[in-house]
């Protein structure tokens, strides 16, 4: 099964809509996953150009959602491939 076309974008809640039933997700694990990339948007300079006032992440935060984004498609596309998805990465 064919899960996601190249070319075209998901956002994360989206995407988990589409995919956690076939891989069955956890819904605490999909709902923290959800929250973290929440932090990414609300926090200054994680996913998005700082604004004036907004504190910068520190190279503590730069690493850690560096490390937990790589882990999440390694589990992802691991996940997938073990139910038979092609989520084409």
């Known amino acids: ?5 190249s070319g075209d974008s998901v956002i994360l809640s989206k995407g988990f809509a589409i995919i956690s039933p076939q891989i069955q997700l956890h819904s605490v694990l999909k ?3 959800e929250k973290i990339y929440g932090w990414t948007s609300d926090d200054g300079g994680i996913r998005h150009a700082l604004m004036e006032g907004d504190t910068p992440p520190t190279f503590a935060d730069a ?5 937990a984004c790589s882990a999440l498609m390694n589990y992802l596309t691991t996940k997938a491939a073990e139910n038979g998805l092609d989520i084409n990465l």
């Open 31 to 33: 709902g923290g996953l």
């Open 63 to 67: 690493k850690f959602m560096l490390v």
């Open 1 to 5: 099964m064919k899960v996601h076309s």
